[in-house]
């Protein structure tokens, strides 16, 4: 074998050694990559499965681009029992329960001051926007967590800038969080989106000129009839049944609809449809152009909250024709509100989630009429039930000194001074009630080690309960059954009806795909913190859905 002089050894090595060193090695970027906005979008009332029920008939931009690009998790569910609109919002941003968060349901009743509170309640705060006194006195001050929201605002050092929109006034405070650049909600009486002291002062110059353009009285000129024609509602009841029931005003529950000149709250009939959806879209992409969100250096947070589905489901249900209607336009309006995405902020370059406060169950009528099992519980009788039972155990005397989330609040003084405890009382209350039709059973919110649940319920009802806010005993309705009456349907049980909601995922830093194992409401807060490598909220017990999140 020839042996290479050592001059030339010395050579390649040289030659090497320069290569090593001249070759490109391509650095990592030493900037964290977020979305440009993030928008969240919660459809009250909107049950799992109308993301399947009208698939044949929604566009290909609205829904269908949002399952069909995005990811899907299947299997969703809330985690705590009494599935209502606040609580819903505060889970869903909060990543928490409403056993940490605080927010119990809508209303619950405090010891202290002995009266019924609001969850956006907040007497120390004035109306902006409105000469309506009393529609402003609201902000997030009785929600005791962070949200995702307030997060993304501490990681940017409140660069980001952090927005809520919803008819409803919780359905946009509680998303928006403490620390929110704004949060804005509609005013029935006077037709304009208002706000509060708690964020401002005055209406920013955008938001006075859209309400100045007076849409929800042109939508009521417009009244209301069928997008499609009728041949098409083949997923529904027939638009005149017995168990739906009327706009204030309406003689019957049906197709076209005269809008002006009903009666009711002013302009409060434009929210019961699908209208109230075409202005929050409408105020939407005002507050994004007004605040110019998605085009500065950080990630700005746009909070949705479409309030008319659930106005809609709680008068004529989930399967009627308006119902129906209402969902093939509200996905008109995300097409809309996509293709201005699109442009405004850059196809990719945007974050949507998509989900619902809770789900809802069928009319009794509706269910009544093709045997299923459901029913109405009678409140009087209930109520009577038990304060007979209780005057009759213990002496006449006022027992329950209030009720709220089918809960009763017991007199604790009262039952320290006769000696009496909450587990008999419980007893008898419970001995009471099961014998009205619809209750399912009692249990003891004081002492649930001894519930008489199985281990799944057990679970729903501790996590929704807060030893400051909650009651003393809870009263279970059996599947199918609420309180209410023979028309119209409402929600705020642990069924599946009212748990499952959707949570569908498209945009930056989302994969295409599907789950079906089983997710948490909770665990929508988490992970779009970690799609925005930002801290999740102080009370979270959620994880995030990693397989939907791109490396």
């Known amino acids: 074998m020839r042996k290479l002089p050592l001059w030339t050894c010395c050579l390649l090595v040289s030659v090497l050694s320069v290569n090593a060193q001249t070759k490109k090695v391509t650095p990592k970027s030493t900037t964290l990559a977020r979305p440009k906005l993030v928008v969240g979008i919660v459809v009250d009332q909107m049950r799992y499965d109308y993301l399947y029920r009208y698939y044949d008939q929604y566009t290909e931009g609205g829904f269908k681009r949002m399952m069909n690009e995005g990811f899907n998790c299947r299997n ?52 902006v926007g409105s000469n309506n006194p009393t529609v402003g006195k609201m902000s997030p001050r009785n929600m005791l967590t962070s949200t995702v929201t307030d997060q993304l605002r501490i990681a940017t050092n409140f660069r980001s800038k952090t927005i809520g929109i919803a008819i409803k006034d919780r359905g946009s405070i509680l998303p928006a969080g403490h620390a929110a650049n704004a949060a804005y909600w509609f005013d029935s009486k006077t037709g304009n989106w208002v706000t509060s002291t708690y964020y401002m002062d005055d209406l920013p110059q955008w938001a ?61 009939v434009v929210t019961d449809t699908p209208w109230g959806n075409t202005i929050t879209k409408e105020m939407a992409i005002e507050a994004i152009k007004g605040e110019n969100l998605g085009k500065g250096k950080d ?27 209402d969902f093939l336009r509200l996905d008109r309006e995300f097409a809309d509100l996509f293709n201005f995405l699109d442009t405004w902020v850059g196809k990719g370059e945007y974050t949507v989630f998509l989900t619902a406060d809770h789900g809802v169950v069928d009319v009794p009528g509706f269910a009544a009429a093709h045997k299923l099992p459901s029913g109405l519980v009678d409140r009087k009788v209930l109520t009577n039930s ?23 609040y017991l007199g604790h003084d009262l039952l320290k001074k006769k000696r009496i405890t909450v587990a008999e009382v419980t007893s008898v209350v419970r001995e009471a009630a099961l014998k009205v039709p619809g209750i399912a059973d009692i249990i003891d919110l004081t002492d649930m080690g001894k519930a008489p649940l199985n281990a799944y319920q057990l679970e729903l009802y501790k996590n929704n309960v807060n030893a400051k806010r909650s009651g003393d005993i809870q009263v279970l309705s059996q599947p199918g059954w609420f309180y209410g009456t023979s028309t119209g349907t409402s929600h705020g049980t642990p069924y599946n009806y009212d748990t499952q909601v959707p949570f569908v995922m498209f945009g930056w830093g989302i994969k295409k795909g599907e789950t079906l194992r089983r997710t948490s409401v909770s665990d929508i807060a988490p992970t779009i913190s970690s799609l925005l490598h930002i801290l999740p909220g102080s009370g979270n017990v959620g994880n995030a859905v990693e397989e939907a999140l791109k490396k």
């Open 299 to 325: 990630t700005d947070f746009l909070a949705i909250s479409f309030s008319s589905t659930d106005k809609i489901g709680h008068r004529v249900g989930p399967n009627s024709i308006e119902q129906q209607d």
């Open 76 to 127: 969703n569910h809330y985690g705590y029992a009494l599935t209502v609109t606040g609580p819903g919002h505060a889970s869903v941003y909060t990543g928490s329960i409403p056993a940490i968060n605080g927010i119990v349901g809508n209303e619950w009743f405090d010891r202290i001051t002995k009266q019924s509170v609001y969850c956006a309640d907040d007497s120390t705060v004035k109306t």
């Open 386 to 408: 038990v304060t007979n039972a209780l005057n009759e155990a213990f002496g006449k005397d006022k027992y329950v000194i209030a009720t709220d989330n089918n809960q009763l």
């Open 208 to 268: 006075k000129d859209y309400n100045a353009k007076k849409m929800p009285s042109e939508y009521l000129k417009k009244g209301w009839d069928l997008l499609l024609t009728a041949d098409n509602y083949t997923q529904s009841s027939p638009d005149d049944v017995a168990w739906e029931g009327k706009l204030p005003g309406a003689k019957k529950p049906v197709f076209p609809y005269e809008l002006a000149g009903l009666a009711g709250d002013a302009f409060g």
